[in-house]
């Protein structure tokens, strides 16, 4: 089962519990009965560089727009996306 990182939203948040309980109350459906929920403090990435045009953040790339959004507030920022297994439905489909 293969991964994938979906639905990325940029969260302001004062910790990583209400990051995550602010992702959440988006009520974004998945596909996958088991989704894990990924979360990243920009501030407390290693090599992020604020300036930068793209950063890596995890498993995603986050682009200019993205960055300009996360300038806003920095020190509250939060990236999160979900890791899903997109082939999910053609498993159930395959097995029927």
Known sequence: MLKHPTNTRI???D???EARRKYRDLKIKSKDPTPVLTCFKVT???DFDLS???NLV???SVSPPIMEEIRQDPAR????Y???DTDHEKKITKSN
């Open 44 to 46: 407390e990435i290693e």
């Open 58 to 60: 995890g498993e995603i």
């Open 15 to 17: 910790s990583i519990d």
């Open 77 to 80: 920022a939060y990236v999160l």
């Open 82 to 84: 979900m890791m899903e």
């Open 52 to 54: 930068a045009g793209f």
């Open 11 to 13: 969260i302001f948040a």
